[in-house]
């Protein structure tokens, strides 16, 4: 199988976002894994870490629909998904769609809005479709959302729920930029990022959706043997099994990292999965996934400590 379109894609799509964004490599490659494997991404750091300006410039580089909901204590599920408004001319109701009705969704904050409206994400992240008045309307194929938060400021936030949370593909830290990329950023302190001159980084998308889907295809077609699938299974269950867990890992993490792996095996030019592959997605598939249980909490055990130790403990397939 011939995994070239694959890997210009990805670099087309790097050299976009680079125009605009210095670093983050890492989450750039996950959120390019999120895009082939049909996944949808949180993503975790302090303010001015250009987790917002990093989504752009990604909606940027490709063809799809661009969306953003800035979340707020006092947004309603009614402003994310639409409601059915009475048309007094036509004597009947019409759908007015809210912003969910894209193709890639920015959901900015997502942990400043009450778990009523976190909730009205729920059927579209996991069934790419919303029921408004009783009616289904499908949202399409490709429908991705790449929510952020900000981990320092705890007031007036509401923490997602386990239900959401299990809906993301991967919960990437995004952490500050080394010293070398700070004084980058800072030597583009004369173009600015706000909104009027984000124009001014020339980003144009790399390909359409035919192509997109055409690399999403062969993302699907890696292979993953039988003895990888059950080191996914077994990695997964063993976050259940641990003494400081209190819940691990659900089955549909299995599913959803299997896939992640493909698509990673698939960027890096692979049509077959390695041990490697589900290691190197394992931390970020899995950390919000897993519940500590309070002694352990206590005690200083966290999720990222925890799963580099699963890692070590389930045998490798040879």
Do not use: C
Not at 83 to 107: C, D, E, M, R, V
Not at 148 to 156: A, I, K, L
Not at 190 to 204: N, P, Y
């Amino acid at each position: 199988m011939d995994l070239e379109p694959v890997g210009a894609f990805a670099a087309a799509v790097k050299r976009e976002i680079g125009k605009a964004v210095v670093g983050h490599e890492t989450t750039i490659d996950l959120m390019l894994v999120g895009l082939l494997a049909d996944g949808h991404i949180l993503l975790e750091g302090v303010p001015g870490t250009a987790k917002t300006l990093l989504v752009r410039a990604f909606a940027a580089s490709l063809s799809l629909d661009f969306g953003r909901i800035q979340f707020t204590p006092d947004l309603m599920p009614g402003d994310v998904i639409g409601t059915n408004l009475f048309n007094f001319q036509s004597n009947q109701f019409t759908l007015t769609k809210g912003p969910i009705f894209t193709q890639l969704l920015l959901a900015d904050e997502i942990n400043r809005t009450p778990p009523k409206t976190q909730a009205a994400l729920l059927e579209a992240m996991q069934e790419r479709s919303v029921t408004i008045d009783g009616q289904g309307h499908a949202l399409g194929s490709v429908f991705m959302v790449i929510a952020t938060q900000n981990p320092v400021e705890q007031q007036g936030t509401y923490p997602l729920p386990e239900a959401q949370l299990d809906r993301f593909l991967f919960k990437q830290i995004v952490d500050y930029p080394t010293r070398e990329q700070e004084h980058a950023i800072a030597r583009q302190s004369g173009i600015g990022t706000s909104a009027d001159q984000f124009d001014r980084f020339g980003l144009k998308p790399v390909a359409d959706q035919a192509a997109l889907a055409d690399v999403r295809g062969l993302a699907a077609r890696v292979t993953a043997r039988e003895e990888i699938i059950s080191y996914v299974v077994d990695l997964v269950r063993a976050t259940r099994e641990h003494p400081s867990v209190q819940f691990g890992a659900s089955p549909r993490a299995a599913k959803m990292l299997t896939a992640a792996a493909r698509a990673y095996a698939a960027l890096q030019g692979r049509d077959y999965v390695i041990p490697d592959d589900v290691k190197y997605l394992a931390v970020p598939a899995l950390r919000h996934r897993i519940v500590i249980a309070a002694g352990a909490e206590m005690e200083g055990v966290t999720a990222d400590f925890l799963v580099p130790q699963l890692l070590e403990q389930v045998a490798v397939p040879r």
